[in-house]
Nanobody, 122 residues
Framework: QVQMVESGGGLVQAGDSLRLSCTAS????????MGWFRQAHEKEREFVAA????????MYADSLKGRFTISRDNAKNTVYLQMNRLKPEDTAVYYCVGGSLYTKTPSSYEYWGQGTQVTVSD
């Protein structure tokens, strides 16, 4: 059963913007917290951003504040990641997650998407 499906990845140039989307289905659609992680080639998976169901609170990786914005549309069971002023070091596979804990720890999230590739060329 498909739970979370990402879209919106692709190849862009440095300085461009990109918006990722992730739609949850099944039990994943009840996730109180939704978020994003990323994993670059031969690097560990790292936290990007997370948001409460109400949208009243969001948190970001310190290095990404000011460039990335997370939002969600509960009517569509969808979470978004707006990425601006992209840099080559943002190149990674981006994973959508869902869970009940508001945390930056990947193992705390129950639901994971299959990932979408974002490549930023310089």
């Amino acid at each position: 059963q498909v739970q979370m499906v990402e879209s919106g990845g692709g190849l862009v140039q440095a300085g461009d913007s990109l918006r990722l989307s992730c739609t949850a289905s099944g039990r994943a659609s009840d996730s109180g917290v939704m978020g994003w992680f990323r994993q670059a080639h031969e690097k560990e998976r790292e936290f990007v951003a997370a948001i409460f169901r109400s949208g009243s609170s969001a948190m970001y990786a310190d290095s990404l504040k000011g460039r990335f914005t997370i939002s969600r549309d509960n009517a569509k069971n969808t979470v978004y990641l707006q990425m601006n002023r992209l840099k080559p070091e943002d190149t990674a596979v981006y994973y959508c997650v869902g869970g009940s804990l508001y945390t930056k720890t990947p193992s705390s999230y129950e639901y994971w998407g299959q990932g979408t590739q974002v490549t930023v060329s310089d």
